[in-house]
Structure formats: structure tokens, C-alpha cells
């Protein structure tokens, strides 16, 4: 993969083994299958890396717009949960926010890409 943007470029092996990392450390952070993880980063191969994350540890992601309001964002991060998990940029790394340990009940179908609705 190559970064146009930035010039930087990762191999799928190395997007593969950056997203499982991610994975177990959103494990860790208690995210289960079906979970939501708020995602806010800008196009890039960091943000590749966090979506493969998300979707590698069986949760489904929320992207969040760095443009919209702070009520806006505070409204979605409210739906993903409490706490809410959110990956940023810092290389695919989710910041300090934890997720409950206890298990969701899963969604019917699995979890999927879930867009914030308009409003």
C-alpha cells in the first residue's frame, strides 16, 4: 500500500500484523465482538490500520468527522458505549479510554461498518 499523501507505504503483511496487534490490544481494552470503536483519523495508511483493527477483533467501527461539532461527536461517542473506545492516528494505538470488560450481546447478523445517522 502506498500513501500518496504522505509517501509513506506498508506491505500487506505489515498491515496485517499492525491491525492484530491493535486487535488484541482493543482485547484488552475490552472490546468484544460486536462492540463499536469510534474511529477518528484522517485518510491514510494509519487509518487502513485501525479499520482492519476494529474488523479484526470482531467489532464494527463509527467514524468520527474531525469537522463536526463537539455535540455531535460527544452524541456518537454516547451511542458507542461507556466508556467509549476510540482509535486514533497515534499508529493505530487507541488512546487511554477502556471499555467495559463484561461482554455485549452480540447484533443480530454480526457486527458491520455502522455510518453515524444524519442530523
Known amino acids: 500500500m502506498?500513501?500518496?499523501r504522505t509517501g509513506g507505504?506498508?506491505?500487506y503483511g505489515e498491515l496485517w500484523q499492525r491491525a492484530g496487534a491493535l486487535a488484541a490490544d482493543l482485547a484488552d481494552r475490552g472490546v468484544r465482538p460486536g462492540?463499536?470503536?469510534a474511529v477518528a483519523a484522517r485518510p491514510?495508511?494509519?487509518l487502513v490500520v485501525a479499520l482492519t483493527g476494529v474488523l479484526r477483533a470482531g467489532a464494527a467501527y463509527v467514524p468520527l468527522d474531525p469537522h463536526a461539532p463537539a455535540?455531535?461527536?460527544a452524541t456518537i461517542l454516547?451511542?458507542?458505549?461507556?466508556p467509549p473506545v476510540v482509535v486514533g492516528e497515534r499508529r493505530g494505538r487507541p488512546p487511554a479510554r477502556r471499555a467495559p470488560r463484561a461482554p455485549r450481546p452480540r447484533r443480530p447478523g454480526g457486527a458491520r461498518p455502522r455510518p453515524p445517522t444524519g442530523g
Open 78 to 82: 454516547r451511542d458507542c458505549g461507556d
Open 71 to 73: 455535540a455531535r461527536v
Open 44 to 46: 491514510s495508511i494509519d
Open 9 to 11: 507505504s506498508l506491505t
Open 35 to 37: 462492540s463499536l470503536v
Open 2 to 4: 502506498l500513501d500518496r
